[in-house]
């Protein structure tokens, strides 16, 4: 309840500008930390450097040691840029562009990934989607994070369809994999910040991706099965004042 002569609304503006608050500190001490990790990174690239070479079981058993910490380092390094992608509180830039074309860019810079481990891409871009208002920069982020997930659901191979369509007032992106599926527990959990299955995952890849999306005024939704695979679905809306044009991006 909110305390005499304060409307739910002054409440809920104070919670934002709380979160707010917590989430730049938190932005700020990430960056604090990225520092001195740096110091430690080179400190122990050049230590390695000297034991490269060892002769010794003890220099060799140092090497091993340091190689330990360079390996901890970077899943710090990772998991704290990711964390600031996340946190990061900015104004998107969103200009006209061509869903079909990001979506592009996006599967042509997995291919080569794709076909190593044995995924075959089946794309269906629908011809003249209408314009949409795109960040390009984070909406790429987004997507390359679903990708990814997709083919980290598929380590022995499989299939990813990926489909562009019109539906009602905005259009539609389905990204659907043959991969290992998830549990309704899992389910329940996928975009909460810092919820990984993975060893070496950081569990913020899908709520950034939601952040994103949502951002657009666009939705993203699941339907997955153990053992079947997963089918994730962005919806946009689309401009009201180009809901007529189609932009043609070279
Ligand atoms: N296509 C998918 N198939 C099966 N499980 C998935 C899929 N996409 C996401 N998940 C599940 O959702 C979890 C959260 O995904 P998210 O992208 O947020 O984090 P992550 O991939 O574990 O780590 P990061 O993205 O930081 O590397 C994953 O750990 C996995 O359990
Ligand atoms: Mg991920």
Do not use: W
């Not at 919670?15 to 430690?40: F, M, R």
């Not at 380590?155 to 369509?165: D, E």
């Not at 910040?193 to 951002?215: D, V, Y």
């Amino acid at each position: 309840m909110a305390p005499e002569g304060t409307s739910a609304q002054d409440v809920n503006q104070k919670l934002v500008d709380q979160y707010t608050e917590i989430a730049k500190l938190a932005g700020g001490l990430a960056h604090e930390i990225k520092n001195p990790l740096s110091t430690i990174r080179l400190n122990m690239e050049l230590l390695a450097e000297d034991f490269a070479e060892g002769e010794t079981l003890r220099e060799r058993r140092a090497l091993a040691k340091v190689q330990v910490v360079q390996r901890e380092c970077r899943r710090l390094q990772e998991l704290l840029d990711n964390f600031l992608s996340f946190a990061k509180v900015r104004k998107l830039n969103q200009i006209p562009s061509n869903l079909n074309l990001q979506v592009k860019q996006v599967v042509d810079f997995f291919r080569p990934k794709a076909a190593e481990t044995g995924i075959e891409i089946v794309d269906y871009l629908a011809a003249d989607l209408p314009t949409v208002l795109l960040d390009r920069e984070a909406f790429h982020g987004a997507l390359l994070n679903l990708v990814l997930n997709a083919e980290q659901a598929m380590p022995k191979g499989g299939q990813l369809v990926v489909r562009t369509s019109t539906v009602g007032d905005g259009v539609a992106l389905d990204l659907i994999d043959t991969g290992c599926g998830m549990s309704a527990e899992t389910r329940a959990h996928i975009f909460d910040a810092f919820f990984s299955t993975k060893g070496s995952g950081s569990g913020l890849g899908l709520p950034t991706a939601r952040k994103i999306i949502e951002a657009h005024g666009g939705s993203i939704s699941l339907q997955s099965e153990v053992g079947r695979g997963t089918q994730f679905t962005i919806k946009l809306p689309l401009p009201p004042r180009l809901a007529d044009q189609t932009v043609r991006e070279e």
